[in-house]
């Protein structure tokens, strides 16, 4: 073999490697594309569609039941019927008639269509009180009513074996967005309306008064 001749074998196999490394880089590129598209690949750069729901615990309820004092058990005391332990604060002796405040609150689930799921909690008795007065008092703190104007979304109309219902969607305060069924006349009323009016029961967090959760409870006119 010449000179000549095996200088062009060795062009020759250059050629053919350049050739193999881009016909290699080719075949990936097609292969990271068609992964790019499969939201299973570990190649996948797209935005998943799942979206996460936000969950808060928020105050829901408060209320006032006529209890008894049981046991005294050092500076703490039980209360009947359920024996749940409280501070003795007002000096009560056994068999005293007593008020108690109890509370609940609740888990609340927020999904990306703004729909809520609630998750209510037991009630939990949190103060004794000497009189029923003084129970009612508090409870009229903690749960506050109030009218005011709140977003409306909109009205809409669904017909179920030739029965219509007309519904209001309104935004509250807390950010949850809640539907009501509403009559022709309300309706009317709201269709190209943005505000509406309505009555509200802001309930407190009996720790943290500056922490609330309102709730709809009518429409104010």
């Given at each position: 073999m010449n000179r000549n001749q095996r200088r062009e074998k060795r062009i020759n196999g250059k050629a053919r490697i350049r050739l193999s490394a881009v016909l290699?880089?080719?075949?990936?590129?097609?292969?990271?594309?068609?992964?790019?598209?499969?939201?299973?690949?570990?190649?996948?750069?797209?935005?998943?569609?799942?979206?996460?729901?936000?969950?808060?615990?928020?105050?829901?309820?408060?209320?006032?039941?006529?209890?008894?004092?049981?046991?005294?058990?050092?500076?703490?005391?039980?209360v009947l019927p359920d024996n749940e332990l409280l501070p003795n604060d007002g000096n009560y002796a056994t068999g005293d008639k007593i008020w108690t405040l109890q509370f609940m609150d609740a888990e609340l689930t927020t999904d990306a269509d703004q729909k809520n799921e609630v998750r209510l909690s037991a009630w939990t008795t949190i103060k004794s009180y000497g009189t029923q007065e003084t129970a009612a008092e508090d409870l009229k703190n903690l749960k506050v009513s109030i009218t005011t104007d709140v977003d409306l979304v909109g009205v809409y109309k669904t017909k179920y074996q030739e029965k219509t219902r007309n519904f209001a969607v309104l935004e509250l305060p807390s950010g949850n967005r809640i539907k009501q069924p509403i009559d022709d006349k309300r309706y009317t009323a709201l269709e190209k309306a943005k505000t509406a009016s309505v009555v509200l029961e802001e309930v407190h967090d009996f720790a943290d008064y500056d922490s609330a959760y309102a709730k709809f409870r009518g429409w104010a006119n």
């Open positions: 290699g880089m080719l075949l990936l590129a097609v292969l990271l594309s068609a992964c790019s598209s499969n939201e299973d690949s570990v190649f996948h750069t797209g935005t998943s569609a799942e979206t996460t729901a936000s969950v808060s615990r928020v105050p829901w309820d408060y209320r006032v039941v006529e209890s008894t004092v049981g046991d005294l058990v050092g500076s703490d005391m039980t």
